[in-house]
């Protein structure tokens, strides 16, 4: 989801604040301002419903967990789906960005036209803490109950009390922290450029080629800097020594992987997962969430690090890296070539953003449809990866005594190795407190859901050849996308951008 919200607020600043459209139903920029934020209200009262409907019977009877989230999930994606569509007509209809032209003349017009969206989505936040807070209470429930199967136990029982889930404003600034800093970098980025381009008309033109060379350079700064930027963001510190470090760090040599440094990122034990970032091993870290750490056993966090070490042995970054940039290039060219064909259907000649319409609108359905699609069979080809890593080299093994020889891990599939990646799997849905089975679009269109997974798993367990089967389907896959987009960018340089 902040990927596609990034590109979302990406395009909604490319147009400059004055080319907004004039509401068609009034002239006064104070009642397009009063619509608007009503419209906002209305988006956090839904909210509110959404979170209210979950949050009673949750506390009532915390055995209904996995149809509640369900139906919490489901309540979510429609929210979110009815912002967006309340931000658009608020930017075409209501008047909104008109209204911020006529009204505000000084620099950062367009960070001021996505004040509506952000408010919008922290008030979410802000009603959604009681749901999130009683579902996190109706887990400690069910564990402390129920201790629902042996395998599933999870680490801290034994050693600590269950942790609190943290105030309102701190699940607030959490969520702001994980899924707003990084998203607004490049806006930050294109609205600098703006403001140049705004105060400097005229050196503007005469500079153009220099100042949109800059931005890109720019842009692939903050990429290359992603790591350390996130570093900072998130608040990351180093996992400290310990038999758990030690043991992560004899994988990472055995395997030949280098990191920068292992992370732990401190979520007030609100969720449990785990992250690489960094493309080039100089600067590329792990990342382990604080409550991953506390309740998984030392074995499922191997399998863990296994996975995220997976990403990187399967180049999947670096895929994803030019795969998007290749299909932002090729869909832009397509769209230049076409989009006369739908300009009548725009006032174009007021608004020229206007007819970009369509390309935005097969752009964003590209990345749903076929990012997501490569995204969650990467995904389980990272799941295979961490299996590996702690399986041994007998596939039909029943369980393994102790600790196993360092020489033997990874060199084959063991049903041991798979059921310990399979629990690691089961525990991220149970301390996140999402479905397993249907945890809802927003989390599972790059993932697949956690039932999805641990059935594929299951089946290579049964029958390993589904294992090579599948890795093979995947590699035709990326090859095939390699070779059309490759086609497609050869023919774009050959003919110098025109057909």
Not at 275 to 304: K, N
Not at 350 to 378: E, K, M, N, W
Not at 455 to 469: G, H, Y
Request: with cysteine; proline share 5%.
């Amino acid at each position: 989801m902040p990927f596609l919200l990034m590109v979302f607020l990406v395009l909604v600043c490319v147009p400059d604040a004055k080319t907004w459209p004039t509401p068609p139903w009034t002239d006064s920029p104070l009642r397009c301002v009063a619509i608007t934020w009503l419209a906002v209200a209305l988006t956090a009262a839904h909210a509110f419903l959404v979170s209210r409907r979950v949050r009673r019977p949750l506390h009532v009877e915390p055995a209904l967990r996995e149809q509640l989230l369900r139906r919490y999930e489901r309540g979510r994606l429609h929210h979110q789906i009815g912002l967006f569509v309340m931000y658009i007509l608020a930017l075409l209809v209501f008047g909104w960005g008109w209204s911020v032209a006529k009204l505000w003349q000084w620099p950062g017009a367009e960070l001021l036209i996505l004040a509506p969206f952000v408010i919008a989505q922290l008030l979410a936040w802000a009603v959604y803490y009681d749901a999130e807070r009683e579902s996190h209470l109706a887990t400690q429930r069910l564990i402390a109950e129920s201790n629902a199967n042996p395998w599933l136990e999870l680490e801290r029982p034994g050693r600590r009390a269950a942790p609190m889930f943290g105030s309102r404003a701190a699940y607030v600034f959490f969520q702001m922290r994980q899924r707003l800093a990084l998203v607004f970098l490049p806006v930050f980025l294109l609205l600098i450029q703006k403001e140049l381009l705004r105060l400097f008309p005229e050196a503007g033109q005469d500079w153009q080629g220099v100042i949109n060379g800059t931005g890109i350079v720019a842009l692939l700064l903050v990429f290359a800097a992603m790591p350390w930027i996130v570093r900072l963001v998130l608040g990351l510190k180093p996992l400290p020594a310990s038999p758990l470090r030690t043991r992560l760090e004899t994988v990472s040599k055995r395997l030949r992987f280098r990191c920068s440094n292992i992370l732990v990122w401190n979520t007030r034990n609100g969720m449990g997962n785990a992250m690489v970032i960094g493309i080039v091993p100089w600067v590329r870290y792990v990342v382990f969430t604080d409550r991953l750490l506390e309740d998984f056993t030392p074995e499922e966090i191997e399998a863990v690090f296994g996975h995220e070490i997976g990403h990187i042995r399967h180049h999947h970054m670096l895929y994803y890296l030019g795969f998007l940039t290749a299909s932002v290039i090729v869909l832009g060219w397509l769209g230049y070539f076409f989009r006369d064909s739908w300009k009548p259907l725009f006032d174009v000649d007021h608004h020229q953003y206007l007819a970009d319409i369509p390309l935005i609108v097969v752009l964003l359905g590209y990345i749903f449809v076929v990012f997501g699609f490569l995204s969650r069979r990467c995904e389980r080809q990272a799941d295979v990866f961490g299996c590996r890593i702690v399986s041994c080299p007998h596939a039909d093994c029943r369980g393994h005594e102790g600790d196993l020889d360092p020489a033997q891990c990874g060199r084959g599939l063991c049903a041991t190795g798979i059921g310990t990646f399979i629990r690691a799997l089961e525990k991220v849905a149970l301390v996140n407190g999402i479905s397993r089975d249907r945890p809802g679009f927003l989390q599972s269109w790059q993932h697949s859901t956690i039932a999805r997974r641990v059935e594929f798993l299951q089946r290579v367990r049964i029958d390993p050849s589904v294992e090579r089967q599948f890795q093979r389907r995947v590699v035709l896959f990326k090859w095939a996308l390699f070779l059309l987009l490759g086609g497609a960018l050869t023919m774009i340089v050959l003919t110098g951008g025109g057909l």
